[in-house]
């Protein structure tokens, strides 16, 4: 099977954006975008010279490749409603297994693992893909999709998958939430985050070339208990933050 070079968006979120985007900067045609919501279909659509969609019926049979970016928890929905099944489709799902599919002739994962926000450049060609399929011919063609966009591109079964999917959600979403704790802490003495912003950086350096346990510092790494102690009491007044500390410090020092 040769490289797809027409593709049906099915989504008009942040991944369907950036990925068609990145399709559309590297020759490929976007035929159709699907959204429920007309508005997002046609605004994504007008940017990548596709015509819009909010009815998966009208979703025709026309392209190479069908690429699912919705939210997991309405892929089966959409797969449901699906009724040509000669085409290669595709989700782009860190969790969701290749079997939700398994109606289809040709299927397959095309999973960019990076945190995607519409109005936030990504550069393509460094994001990690993960590809699975259920026959060769179609894992070809899904790996060179791939590789059209990136240099970084990996076969990665489900199994694998899921648990790449959840070291992403410590990695990337918790780390997110404690910056946003962070903030809140800050933002109660009216300092800005932006003094944290170096050290967020360089500790994001510091695992480039070393395992993170190694780069493990804080009073919880030197088991110092009286600064423990220190800001227990200062998150008095939040029991959650509180809590998320106790946790994390307790699973730091056990790890010594």
Do not use: W
Not at 46 to 58: H, I, Q, R, T, W
Not at 125 to 147: G, H, S, W
């Amino acid at each position: 099977m040769s490289l797809a070079k027409t593709i049906t968006l099915i989504g008009a979120g942040n991944v369907a954006t950036h990925l068609g985007k990145a399709f559309l900067n590297n020759g490929f045609s976007i035929n159709q975008v699907y959204s429920k919501s007309i508005d997002n279909a046609y605004s994504l659509a007008s940017e990548l010279n596709a015509m819009p969609c909010d009815d998966v019926k009208f979703i025709t049979d026309e392209s190479d490749i069908y690429i699912i970016c919705i939210k997991d928890d309405a892929i089966n929905d959409i797969v449901e409603q699906i009724s040509f099944k000669n085409k290669i489709i595709a989700h782009t799902s860190g969790s969701i297994p290749l079997s939700v599919l398994n109606g289809f002739n040709n299927y397959g994962i095309f999973y960019p693992l990076q945190t995607f926000s519409k109005n936030k450049n990504v550069t393509i060609n460094e994001v990690p893909f993960c590809i699975e399929a259920n026959n060769d011919e179609t894992k070809n063609t899904l790996l060179d999709l791939a590789k059209s966009l990136s240099n970084n591109v990996n076969e990665i079964n489900s199994e694998q998958r899921k648990k790449i999917h959840l070291a992403a959600v410590f990695a990337c979403n918790f780390t997110n939430y404690m910056y946003s704790i962070s903030e809140d802490i800050l933002n109660q003495s009216n300092i800005d985050l932006d003094i944290l912003k170096p050290l967020i950086i360089e500790t994001a350096k510091k695992i480039q070339n070393n395992s993170p346990k190694t780069m493990q510092t804080g009073p919880a790494k030197r088991n110092d208990d009286v600064v423990l102690k220190n800001h227990i009491e200062l998150l008095a007044n939040s029991k959650d933050y509180q809590d998320i500390y106790k946790i994390i410090t307790d699973n730091i020092i056990k790890r010594k």
